[in-house]
């Protein structure tokens, strides 16, 4: 075909079908979209979106996850028999678990598109991680549950049928309502939730029997209300959901059976014991004094202890002289303040590996400088006649402030490596 053929076939109007025929290769459904041929690229596209729309889901259910990967199978099944005629998602939000529990629902979500998850790099609390997980839905109704099979599945559908009802905002799952049972607790953690119970009812209403649990679901536009005056701290969403927000939640409490953990070890220690009183400081003064400044003055003064020990052991028995025992003992005490802080007060943030030796590194260069600060406004203060106690009490708020926010963007902050 000569050039001059090419150009009178490219010019030479064409009589196209005025409807065109569309297969989508998923569904194989034929769709017949009639349009003027100057709009068949518009239509085509909508036909498109339209036949692979997914229908909205009505509940998601948020499940934080650490060291889970022998249970999300099984939750995954439980949720789909007690879910039948509900549309709902599996959200799983991973804190980078070792055993590779991300993989795990990974391979699910390949089976079922109901189920995704939000694998977390660098931050770790249950909390943090159910605030995260909600915010990635768009469900109307969001459950919160754990991965271990303690929380009875089958419960969930009564929750959605109450609040759909409307005049709720939340309904939850109750050990210690009537029909309530905690299982095969011993006496021991029984007694510590019944604590932790009457403790928490300093921030929320006494009425709610359960504030402990971890098993509820909440309407969407509730969440959101408060979702800007969350803590996000330690284990305890509950509490932080009822303390939290302008507005008291109406709820009601459900009772169901706490069973038996299914696979895997238990996540309760010592930390979640301090991670909930960091969470009560937060909702009780937390508008005013941050509860991780509350945490990092603590392990100060313990700090200060250490100092006064450890010097006392040095110098008094005449090991070294009083100027050398003060160097070394101000250097043992960031190594232990440093260690603890690591240890609970960023604990969502914890260092380890190379990136501990740079944190304590940078963290003890942070505290020298606040010593000198120390000193020079104390002394500053004292030559002005204000009395050497007021002083230094000055001066040690002057160094505790800067530790504190210095060290929190420096060493806990900023992650590099």
């Known amino acids: 075909m000569t050039p001059l053929q090419t150009a009178e076939l490219a010019s ?14 998923a569904t194989a459904d034929t769709a017949r979209i009639s349009a003027p041929v100057s709009a068949v690229g518009s239509t085509v596209a909508s036909a498109v979106n339209a036949d692979r729309a997914i229908p909205a889901r009505e509940l998601s259910i948020v499940v934080p996850t650490f060291n889970e990967s022998a249970n999300v199978g099984e939750l995954t099944r439980r949720l789909s028999e007690a879910l039948r005629g509900i549309a709902w998602e599996l959200v799983f939000v991973d804190d980078d678990s070792p055993d590779r529990t991300a993989e795990s629902v990974r391979r699910l979500a390949e089976q079922d598109a109901r189920v995704r998850v939000i694998q977390r790099i660098g931050r770790r609390g249950l909390s943090s991680a159910c605030v ?30 109450t609040l759909r009802r409307g005049g709720l905002d939340i309904a939850i799952g109750s ?23 009457r403790v928490s009812h300093a921030v929320v209403p006494a009425a709610l029997k ?9 309407r969407r536009e509730a969440f959101m209300d408060r979702v800007h005056s969350l803590s996000a701290l330690g284990f305890k969403i509950l509490v932080d959901l009822f303390a939290s927000g302008t507005q008291p939640l109406r709820f009601i409490e459900l009772p169901y059976a706490f069973r038996a953990r299914h696979a895997g070890q238990s996540k309760l220690d010592s930390h979640v014991a301090w991670d909930y009183g ?16 509350v945490s990092f003055g603590l392990i100060g003064s313990a700090g200060v202890i250490v100092h006064m020990a450890v010097l006392a052991a040095l110098f008094k028995p005449g090991f070294v002289s009083f100027q050398l025992g003060q160097a070394l003992v101000a250097a043992v005490a960031m190594v232990f303040n440093f260690f603890v802080n690591n240890l609970l007060t960023y604990r969502d943030q914890r260092l380890r590996g190379a990136r501990l030796l740079r944190g304590l590194a940078s963290f003890m260069l942070v505290c020298s400088v606040g010593a000198v600060a120390n000193v020079g406004v104390a002394q500053f203060l004292f030559s002005h006649e204000q009395g050497w106690v007021p002083a230094a009490l000055i001066g ?18 900023r992650r590099s490596g």
């Open 12 to 25: 030479t109007p064409t009589d196209w079908p005025s409807t065109t025929t569309m297969v989508d290769p």
């Open 175 to 197: 050990r210690y309502v009537d029909g309530g049972q905690i299982g095969e607790w011993d006496e021991q953690r029984a007694t510590i939730s019944r604590l932790a119970t």
């Open 210 to 218: 359960d504030p402990m649990s971890g098993f509820f679901m909440i």
């Open 132 to 161: 995260e997980g909600v915010l990635a839905t768009s469900a109307p109704f969001v459950a919160v549950m754990d991965a271990d099979l303690q929380h009875d599945e089958r419960l969930l559908p009564a929750m959605l049928q």
């Open 278 to 293: 960091m969470l009560l400081i937060d909702k009780l003064i937390g508008r005013w004094i941050p509860a991780r400044f």
């Open 396 to 413: 040690i708020v002057v160094a505790a402030v800067w530790n504190f926010a210095t060290s929190s963007f420096y060493t806990w902050g």
